[in-house]
């Protein structure tokens, strides 16, 4: 399985970017998919994660402000972010949890896509 991320950029801060990362590759079951970042000279965190049922969860800095959604039918998972901060600067990550066809858990990461929310 490979994840492929797209949509980050530099914004002004209050500003709105969306993130997509579309997985590829033959799996069992896409389960959670969640979007990491990492900022820099920081540990990497969790953002936001959706499960394959539409639950989803969030941390407590960006709650209000992003939505994770995915479209199970393109294997896809977004996050749309708004009122951006200039603390929401980072490296993101996208996630998925994958049963495959061996029936054992697998977790994929998809390359890292910058974001940049200028003061």
């Known amino acids: 399985v490979q994840l492929q991320a797209s949509g980050g950029g530099l914004v002004q801060a209050g500003g709105s970017l969306r993130l997509s990362c579309a997985a590829s590759?033959?799996?069992?079951?896409?389960?959670?998919m969640g979007w990491y970042r990492q900022a820099p000279g920081k540990q990497r965190e969790l953002v936001a994660i959706?499960?394959?049922?539409?639950?989803?969860d969030y941390a407590d800095s960006v709650k209000g402000r992003f939505t994770i959604s995915r479209d199970n039918a393109k294997s896809t998972v977004y996050l749309q972010m708004t009122s951006l901060k200039p603390e929401d600067t980072g490296v993101y990550s996208c996630?998925?949890?994958?049963?495959?066809?061996?029936?054992?858990?697998?977790?994929?990461w998809g390359q890292g896509t910058q974001v940049t929310v200028s003061s």
């Open positions: 590759g033959i799996a069992f079951s896409i389960n959670a």
């Open positions: 996630n998925a949890e994958v049963t495959g066809l061996d029936r054992l858990g697998h977790a994929y």
């Open positions: 959706i499960t394959s049922g539409g639950s989803t």
